[in-house]
């Protein structure tokens, strides 16, 4: 194999790794997204309901 081809090997390996990188990312935003979000949510109706030091 000569460099040439090699090179072009690593390429195509490099952007295979750079779209399950940035697939990844794309996942973890969404996770994050949806785990931060439902409980801001759940706790400002809380604060809403009691008032933000607890009481009624």
Known sequence: MNRKQQMMIQTRELEALQKRIREAEER?????????????????????????????
């Open 28 to 56: 973890l935003k969404a996770q994050s997204y949806h785990s931060s979000s439902a409980p801001q949510t759940e706790q400002s109706e809380q604060d809403q309901t009691t008032g933000k030091d607890g009481s009624l």
